[in-house]
């Protein structure tokens, strides 16, 4: 194991925040995979399920299971980690500029279009170095006008090269599920085999360049721009992975996720080891087919049903109390499907989000990432 650390430049005199990753195997080894977690720095099951699969690594490489590379960044995110507001942490957004730290990376398509006109060719393994190469460049001699975009470009040199890229993230109360795109739907049902999720959300396109498909989309898009003659496959896997909620933190849980992670480690070729994957095939819906449902007034809500639910349309998941007028209204499900996750708190104010269904068929569209 090699530890490697990168240095943000501070925005405050006397103030330096310090990332820290650990590398398994030949820096040149292939293939590569790259993990983080605490982007949202208030999210800590991830961080935890890191630092059970870095001891679970430790042991592979010494008994020489290591075929590839694995690069761990278990706390991707220390801005975020220090900020704490009347004893609450507040990880989500940057507080200086209320910028969600899982948003705005660079657009690596937009960075290396015009450099590589006229570079690519038949090859598409070639095409993928080149590709990769270029958003190496572009990366180095991007500008970072401050912390935050230092920290976005600082993780992406660790990983935009990675076959495998996967974020660790939770939501408020819910079920194991993860994002990624419809370009690679094989590897998709194979980690969501290995992790045990219950759902698998997908879009090409989501909106906000969030840190999976800054390594996704790019390829989606330069393909597209310069078309069948000059093949380039999609060749990053990224995944924002969703560890039920904020609240489900447990070394136990974190020792079996790290195990379902090492199955996946294992089936994906950088490890050897058990790669048969434990779990169902949960259903892959588009994320436009997620709804969200929204609180009908403000009030207290009580929850008739649970994260994990199969609903009817119609049917009535919880009801929302005002307790100052002695009103109570019930809120139906928009659509049927599967209810996945609730929102944090009991309260909530009229047009606030409670909670989303997702379904087999869009019914959104735009921007398809909450804040
Ligand atoms: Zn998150």
Redesign the pocket.
């Given at each position: 194991m090699r530890t490697l650390t990168q240095d943000l430049p501070p925005d405050a005199p006397g103030r330096q925040h310090q990332l820290t990753a650990q590398a398994f195997g030949a820096p040149d080894a292939r293939p590569k995979v790259y993990l983080q977690g605490g982007?949202?720095a208030d999210?800590m099951p991830g961080p935890l399920i890191l630092h059970h699969l870095r001891a679970l690594l430790i042991q592979a490489e010494q008994a020489g299971k290591l075929l590839g590379q694995v690069v761990l960044v278990p706390l991707a995110n220390p801005i975020g980690f220090a900020q704490w507001v009347q004893n609450k942490p507040q990880g989500?957004q940057d507080l200086n500029s209320m910028r969600n730290f899982?948003r705005d990376y660079p657009d690596l398509a937009a960075l290396c279009g015009d450099d590589l006109d006229g570079r690519l060719g038949p090859d598409p393994v070639q095409n993928v170095a080149i590709t990769r190469a270029a958003f190496a460049a572009a990366l180095g001699g991007m500008a970072t006008p401050d912390e935050g975009t230092a920290l976005r470009r600082a993780l992406m040199l660790w990983s935009h090269d990675a076959d495998h890229v996967l974020d660790l993230?939770?939501?408020h109360h819910a079920v194991v599920h993860l994002y990624t795109s419809p370009a690679h739907p094989n590897e998709a049902r194979l980690l969501a085999q290995a992790i045990g999720a219950r759902l698998v959300l997908l879009a090409a396109v989501s909106g906000g360049n969030a840190f999976d498909e800054a390594h996704s989309a790019p390829f989606h898009h330069l393909s597209k721009r310069f078309g069948p003659q000059t093949p380039l496959p999609a060749a990053t896997f990224a995944a924002?992975l969703?560890y039920r909620g904020q609240f489900d933190v447990s070394d136990d849980q974190a020792a079996a996720d790290a195990a379902g992670l090492m199955v996946y480690l294992a089936a994906v070729g950088v490890i050897s080891g058990p790669a048969e994957p434990l779990h169902d095939n949960p259903p892959h819906y588009p994320l436009r087919g997620a709804a969200e449902v929204t609180a009908p007034q403000g009030g207290i809500v009580t929850w008739a049903c649970a994260p994990g639910d199969r609903v009817a349309e119609g049917q009535v998941i919880c009801h929302v109390t005002d307790p100052a007028q002695g009103t109570r209204m019930a809120v139906a499900a928009p659509i049927a499907g599967l209810l996945f996750r609730q929102e944090l708190w009991r309260s909530c104010l009229r047009g606030q989000s409670l909670a989303h269904i997702s379904g087999p068929n869009p019914v959104r569209d735009g921007n398809l990432l909450s804040d």
């Open positions: 982007l949202h999210e989500r899982n993230h939770c939501d924002t969703e």
